[in-house]
């Protein structure tokens, strides 16, 4: 039998439907090879970042158990974003804009990589509580390497401008 890490990613939308874009991108992680959803986040709505100029943004995390090296796992998230109609352009330019799906590799089990394009435990993740607040909700234990516990990185940072949206709603 192949090992299983546990697997945490971020998920965001601020185009179109967004919580149905969220909704059927957690059904395609679901359906990933050698995969199972444990779990997932309500979820969160949370004013723009980077570049305000923008929709707010609906936000979740969810929970993976997964036999799928980490490179491999970020290319299946990278196909969910496209089948969403993410396109991310080549010079980077449409950083922190507007995306209709936007999945992130937050934690990979307790590994640390950094590889040209794959960096875990995601560099900002103790930044952000747009992240942290659905990690900690689904997995307060959670420990972020060099960080320590996401509980505890949570209480140091602002929470203004996300909020937790009732279960079930999110359009």
């Given amino acids: ?7 945490y990613i971020g998920l965001g939308s601020n185009l179109g439907d967004s919580a149905a874009v969220l909704r059927a991108a957690l059904r395609a992680l679901a359906a990933l090879p050698e995969s199972r959803l444990l779990r997932a986040s309500r979820l969160y709505r949370t004013a723009a970042w980077g570049r305000t100029d923008q929709p707010d943004f609906l936000n979740a995390v969810a929970q993976l158990e997964t036999a799928l090296p980490a490179r491999e796992l970020l290319a299946a998230m990278l196909g969910i974003e496209r089948e969403a109609g993410r396109a991310r352009r080549a010079d980077g330019s449409d950083r922190w804009g507007p995306r209709t799906l936007d999945l992130d590799l937050l934690l990979y089990g307790d590994a640390v990589i950094a590889e040209a394009g794959l960096h875990v435990p ?50």
């Fill in 122 to 171: 995601h560099p900002h993740l103790h930044e952000r509580a747009f992240a942290l607040a659905p990690l900690v909700e689904i997995a307060p234990e959670v420990s972020i390497a060099g960080v320590g516990l996401a509980r505890e990185a949570l209480g140091r940072i602002d929470l203004g401008g996300i909020e937790a949206l009732p279960e079930g709603e999110g359009s």
């Fill in 1 to 7: 039998m192949t090992p299983t890490v546990s697997a």
